[in-house]
């Protein structure tokens, strides 16, 4: 069965995230059977690694805020997270589900797909969006 995705459902999810005056700074999407439906959001980073175990396939949409001392930034990053013990054919099924989430999530500065939770790690992700971002003027932190 082709998959499918709640495209109204995600997109208020999505919105949250983007959305200045709210402290939400992620969203996850999960399959109900065949369907891509938001999995939950909120404003603890640590609550949408919890959701990433190994038995599960998700996509995360992050809010992660960088900047030097001089201004703050907001960037996004869409996460696509294979647990170790997702079946062969569901990983492969993975990369054309998500053109579905990109239909939703079209704003984001870099992407990750993860299957070892250490890459999860937040330091990590706001050091690869600092590297994808370009020039960093915080010469205090040399």
Not at 3 to 17: M, S
Not at 37 to 59: E, I, N, Q, W
Request: glycine share 6%; proline share 1%; net charge negative.
């Amino acid at each position: 069965m082709a998959t499918r995705i709640d495209k109204e459902a995600c997109r208020e999810a999505y919105n949250l995230v983007r959305d200045d005056t709210t402290d939400i700074n992620w969203a996850a999407f999960k399959y109900d059977g065949s369907t891509i439906v938001p999995a939950g959001h909120g404003t603890d980073y640590a609550d949408f690694k919890s959701l990433c175990t190994d038995d599960v396939r998700l996509f995360g949409f992050v809010r992660i805020t960088t900047g030097d001392a001089m201004s703050k930034r907001a960037k996004f990053t869409l996460i696509t997270w294979i647990g170790e013990n997702v079946s062969g054919l569901q990983r492969a099924k993975i990369s054309t589900d998500k053109t579905l989430v990109k239909d939703v999530v079209q704003n984001f500065a870099k992407e990750f797909m993860v299957s070892d939770i250490r890459e999860l790690e937040e330091d990590y992700i706001r050091n690869e969006l600092k590297k994808a971002g370009g020039a960093n003027y915080d010469a205090q932190t040399e």
